[in-house]
């Protein structure tokens, strides 16, 4: 009994060493890799951009917000705006919190399961949102490379790694064509009953179940009015539009010259990155591919201190305000667990 009870405390205890030391990586790294100048470079950072960056922060987790309830379209009850908020930022929280972001997906799912939304629905939310965002991102990404090729861009300017963002382009177009046909041909691939000894036969059909299930919350989520479709693809561009604009304001605030496109790119091809990292919100990984990315447009230092500003707004914020969010639903639930226990 004692090692069954243990063994969720070191699990918990492990999770809290992995952010602790995500944290101080995503603080300590980039000064260590910008040298002295480093220090007087976020000191003297402007407090009014530091300010708009912030407000940028709180407008996308409202945008984010609105794009959920437009999204769950009153199938989870009535949700207001304050309550899809408090979803979002703790949703954003657990995706920060956890490594390559595994537990924003799993409490957003959670968080509506309270709701009365089952999780086998919820996730073709949840689905729906990561189409958006793949392919808002295919659409920017075709763009900028357009007129990176047709010579269009402001100064006609030939971008570093443009290998990379080829690269990403096609990986994006490759990712959405699979999920199509996955989704498409769902019902064909679960007719074939494979000669598996796992999971056996009650566990396949309890998972078809869900799968099924899934795939039809997102044929009626895809279902809706086109204006409200329309809605929640033009909300994920202002978005991530914002978003992004954070490290290009970084720049500007530490004295540096780069593209408003090449940080947006920057920041598409970290988040890639940042997956490959065991730690908590890509931390190591993103500092650094980052650094890297701006080193050829940037001094060193200029390049460290922006990366310092811009975690502090687009990782550490998102801790700082998510956390007591979470911890707030959290205590719900274990609130009415006790009631429910309690109870004759």
Same mark, same amino acid.
């Given at each position: 009994?004692?090692?069954?009870?243990?063994? #969720?405390?070191?699990?918990?205890?492990?999770?809290?060493?992995?952010?602790?030391?995500?944290?101080?990586?995503?603080?300590?790294?980039?000064?260590?890799?910008?040298?002295?100048?480093?220090?007087?470079?976020?000191?003297?950072?402007?407090?009014?951009?530091?300010?708009?960056?912030?407000?940028?922060?709180? +407008?996308?987790?409202?945008?984010?917000?609105?794009?959920?309830?437009?999204?769950?379209?009153?199938?989870?009850?009535?949700?207001?705006?304050?309550?899809?908020?408090?979803?979002?930022?703790?949703?954003?929280?657990?995706?920060?919190?956890?490594?390559?972001?595994?537990?924003?997906?799993?409490?957003?799912?959670?968080?509506?399961?309270?709701?009365?939304?089952?999780?086998?629905?919820?996730?073709?939310?949840?689905?729906?949102?990561?189409?958006?965002?793949?392919?808002?991102?295919?659409?920017?990404?075709?763009?900028?490379?357009?007129?990176?090729?047709?010579?269009?861009?402001?100064?006609?300017?030939?971008?570093?790694?443009?290998?990379?963002?080829?690269?990403?382009?096609?990986?994006? +177009?490759?990712?959405?064509?699979?999920?199509?046909?996955? %989704?498409?041909?769902?019902?064909?691939?679960?007719?074939?009953?494979?000669?598996? $000894?796992?999971?056996?036969?009650?566990?396949?059909?309890?998972?078809?179940?869900?799968?099924?299930?899934?795939? $039809?919350?997102?044929? +009626?989520?895809?279902?809706?009015?086109?204006?409200?479709?329309?809605?929640?693809?033009?909300?994920?561009?202002? $978005?991530?539009?914002?978003?992004?604009?954070?490290?290009?304001?970084?720049?500007?605030?530490?004295?540096?010259?780069?593209?408003?496109?090449?940080?947006?790119? %920057?920041?598409?091809?970290?988040?890639?990155?940042?997956?490959?990292?065991?730690? #908590?919100?890509?931390?190591?990984?993103?500092? %650094?591919?980052?650094?890297?990315?701006?080193? #050829?447009?940037?001094?060193?230092?200029?390049?460290?201190?922006? +990366?310092?500003?811009?975690?502090?707004?687009?990782?550490?914020?998102?801790?700082?305000?998510?956390?007591?969010?979470?911890?707030?639903?959290?205590?719900?639930?274990?609130?009415?667990?006790?009631?429910?226990?309690?109870?004759?």
């Amino acid at each position: 009994m004692a090692e069954r009870l243990g063994s #969720p405390l070191r699990w918990r205890s492990f999770q809290a060493l992995l952010l602790l030391l995500g944290i101080s990586i995503s603080l300590l790294l980039p000064w260590w890799l910008g040298g002295d100048g480093t220090v007087a470079m976020v000191v003297g950072f402007p407090a009014s951009l530091l300010l708009l960056m912030v407000a940028i922060a709180v +407008v996308c987790w409202n945008i984010n917000a609105a794009r959920l309830r437009l999204m769950l379209a009153g199938r989870a009850g009535h949700l207001g705006q304050t309550g899809a908020l408090s979803i979002e930022m703790a949703a954003k929280f657990a995706l920060c919190a956890t490594p390559g972001g595994s537990g924003g997906a799993a409490t957003l799912l959670w968080l509506l399961a309270r709701r009365g939304y089952p999780p086998s629905r919820a996730s073709a939310v949840f689905l729906v949102d990561q189409g958006c965002d793949m392919l808002f991102f295919t659409l920017i990404l075709t763009l900028l490379l357009a007129l990176t090729l047709w010579g269009t861009t402001p100064g006609d300017l030939n971008w570093p790694h443009q290998a990379l963002i080829e690269g990403a382009l096609i990986g994006l +177009v490759a990712v959405i064509l699979t999920l199509g046909l996955v %989704v498409a041909f769902l019902p064909r691939l679960l007719r074939r009953q494979p000669s598996l $000894h796992w999971p056996g036969p009650r566990r396949r059909r309890w998972l078809v179940r869900r799968l099924l299930r899934c795939r $039809h919350a997102l044929v +009626v989520t895809l279902r809706l009015p086109p204006h409200i479709l329309i809605s929640i693809f033009l909300l994920c561009c202002a $978005h991530w539009l914002l978003r992004y604009s954070l490290l290009y304001l970084a720049v500007l605030g530490v004295g540096g010259h780069a593209d408003w496109a090449w940080t947006f790119l %920057v920041q598409m091809l970290s988040m890639a990155a940042s997956q490959l990292s065991i730690l #908590p919100g890509g931390a190591g990984a993103a500092e %650094v591919s980052v650094g890297a990315l701006l080193l #050829p447009v940037m001094d060193r230092d200029q390049a460290a201190a922006a +990366v310092v500003i811009w975690r502090l707004v687009s990782y550490h914020l998102y801790l700082l305000a998510g956390a007591p969010v979470f911890a707030l639903s959290v205590s719900r639930l274990l609130s009415d667990r006790k009631r429910m226990t309690a109870s004759p």
